[in-house]
Each structure stands twice: as structure tokens, then as C-alpha cells.
């Protein structure tokens, strides 16, 4: 029997190669794919190459890039992060997963694999397989909106409606705030407005700083998501915020920041900017010892099965795994009716 698994040779150069399968070990569950979702954030990072891991290493110990002193390791194999599947084999001594239980997790781009049984979580009853595969997207909107530390009535901007800006917008709905949603791509924004965003901002055509200052009896917002990962978006986000107001720069940001201006508004309305990532262990450090990584995660799955958010109609695109160098370039591309690519398995 063969897996596959994508692979990574080098920039722009991705393939489904077949890779032999591994064998199930104690407290283990083999999984069979379904659906891997791609990111159009980080993957894509990997897939340019401008991700900072394929230049320089990351010290563990000093928490800081390093020069990189060895080659990169190429071929990458099996990145990815969105995965829904089904459970087809249990180790013995696992008692809470079963054959033809349907799971999410993370896993990477791959047909099958074997993980840790409580690595994988049960997908609710009911869901659609494909909301699987927003678990880690919908755990990077909510952990940027959790750091966002909104109240009923604040007024938001969400920077950015890519699958989390869109998620993002729908959480911060869900959390009271008015949220206003700013991106440069019309089709997108008419996701927001049906999200429940109360006002939209085509961010080619107009001004989010003014719009919504204007709506603020010219405060400006109390915080800003920002969720695009591009410094310019930032920059306005930044200006769109209330004096001693909060910026949540939640992008995987590339480059030099040449848009970014911190000698204007930022240092004269003394604009609190915080880093969201995903990874760590608390979203905020506020929120140390209540929320944890799998809290988010699960968090997020609940309101997916409790019909409050519904991520469905973000799946723009389905393409069988074998495609996945079409997949790749299709979101590389950034066409404005790209959203969700998925693989199938």
C-alpha cells in the first residue's frame, strides 16, 4: 500500500509524491483524509520562499532568528495544517476513537497518517466534513480577536477579508463590537456584510481611517484586526484607531516595512500594538491559565456546530490532491474570487 504526501523541492516547485506508509504504533489512530485545506498565508510563505525559516533559524532558547547556517532542507514534505479525516485503525489500548469516526487536526498534506489519539479531535455530529478543515483558520480569527479584548459596543475594523479576516469579522460580530470590514476586493466585502459587518470599506476606492472616525464622532475606532498580513493595511489600521486604542497586527507580515510610518500616528496617538500568533501558548498573555491553544481550537469548532458561524461558503475551490501544483498557483495568483482551496483526498 502507498501514501502520498506534497512535497515541497524548492520555490514555486510542489508536487503529490508517493511515500511509503507508517506503521500504527500504542496509543495511536491511522487516519485517511478527506479534505486538507491550504493556507493562503503561511503556506504560501513557504511556497514563494519569503518565509524567514528558509533564510534563517529559529533559536529556541533566545526566542530569535539566527543567520541560518546550514541549507535549507529541502524537500519540504507534507506542510499543511487544515486537515478533516477518518479514523480506518485504533491501537489496541484506544478506547475514544473508532473506524469510520470522522476527526480534524493537523497532519499536513497528506493521504494518510498516523498520529497521537488525542491529537485529532471528533468533528461534530452533523457538520458538513468540510468544516473541518477551518479549525486552525477559525483558531488564528479568534485568537486574534480574543487579544483584540473586545466589549459590546466597541467599534472595529478588521483589516484583511481572507478566509480569517472573514472569520474574524464574524467573531468580533458575535462578541458585540460594530465592526467595520475593510478590504480591497468588493466580492469579499459582501462576505463581511453578510457576516454581519455594519459598515464595509472597499480599501482601493475610499478610507477606512476616515470612515470610520466619521462614524465615531471622529474618535476612531477602539481596535483594529488586522488580518491581511501587508504593511500598508497596517499602516491604516494604525491610523483608524482611537488615541490609546488597540492594533492587533495578527498578518504573517513579509519584507521590509516600507509602508509602515510608526513616526506618525502610531507615536502620536500612542497606539498599543500587540502580536497575535496562533502557536503560542496563550493567546494573550492576560489569558494565561483560562486559554489554551486546543481551547481556541475547540472554542471555534462549537460555534461552527452551534450554526453561529457558518465557514461553508468560504470554500472557493476543490481540487483533487493530485492537482496540487494548480492549487498552489491559483492562490499565488491572489484572484479576488479566491478564497478556501481545499484538497481532495
Known amino acids: 500500500m502507498v501514501n502520498w504526501v506534497v512535497s515541497l523541492a524548492g520555490p514555486r516547485r510542489i508536487s503529490l509524491e508517493p511515500c511509503p506508509p507508517d506503521p500504527l504504533g500504542p496509543k495511536q489512530v491511522r487516519v485517511r483524509t478527506c479534505y486538507s485545506g491550504i493556507s493562503a498565508g503561511t503556506e504560501l510563505t513557504l511556497y514563494r520562499g519569503s518565509n524567514p525559516r528558509l533564510s534563517k533559524d529559529w533559536d529556541d532558547a533566545a526566542r530569535m532568528f539566527v543567520p541560518r547556517q546550514t541549507p535549507v532542507p529541502y524537500p519540504l514534505i507534507g506542510f499543511g495544517y487544515e486537515e478533516v479525516g477518518e479514523v480506518v485503525e485504533v491501537a489496541p489500548e484506544v478506547t475514544d476513537r473508532h473506524p469510520g469516526q470522522l476527526v480534524w487536526g493537523i497532519w499536513g498534506h497528506r493521504a494518510e497518517a498516523v498520529l497521537a489519539a488525542e491529537a485529532v479531535r471528533p468533528l461534530p455530529a452533523g457538520l458538513d466534513p468540510l468544516t473541518g ?50 478590504d480591497p476586493v468588493p466580492d469579499r466585502l459582501t462576505y463581511a456584510a453578510r457576516y454581519g459587518a455594519r459598515s464595509i470599506v472597499d480599501a482601493a476606492a475610499e478610507s477606512a481611517a476616515a470612515l470610520l472616525r466619521r462614524a465615531t464622532d471622529g474618535r476612531g475606532a477602539d481596535v483594529c484586526l488586522e488580518l491581511s498580513g501587508a504593511y500598508p493595511a497596517l499602516h491604516e489600521a494604525i491610523r483608524s484607531t482611537a488615541h490609546a486604542g488597540r492594533v492587533v497586527a495578527a498578518g504573517f507580515y513579509q519584507g521590509q516595512a516600507d509602508a509602515l510610518g510608526l513616526g506618525e500616528e502610531f507615536h502620536h496617538n500612542r497606539i498599543q500594538l500587540v502580536a497575535a500568533q496562533v502557536s503560542g501558548p496563550t493567546p494573550a498573555p492576560s489569558m494565561a491559565g483560562r486559554w489554551t491553544g486546543d ?51
Not at 483589516?159 to 464574524?170: D, E, K, P, S, W
Not at 460555534?303 to 461558503?313: F, G, Q, T
Open 133 to 182: 478543515v477551518f479549525a486552525r483558520p477559525g483558531a488564528v480569527a479568534l485568537t486574534a480577536v480574543l487579544a483584540g479584548d473586545l466589549h459590546l459596543g466597541d467599534w472595529v475594523g478588521v483589516f484583511g477579508q481572507g478566509v480569517i479576516g472573514l472569520l474574524a469579522t464574524r467573531l468580533a460580530v458575535l462578541s458585540g463590537a460594530r465592526v467595520v470590514a475593510v
Open 295 to 345: 481551547r481556541v481550537a475547540q472554542t471555534f469548532m462549537d460555534l461552527v456546530a452551534e450554526r453561529s458561524v457558518d465557514p461553508l461558503p468560504l470554500v472557493s475551490h476543490i481540487v483533487d490532491a493530485s492537482a496540487v501544483a494548480d492549487a498552489l498557483a491559483l492562490l499565488d495568483r491572489g484572484a479576488g474570487d479566491v478564497l478556501q482551496v481545499v484538497l481532495r483526498f
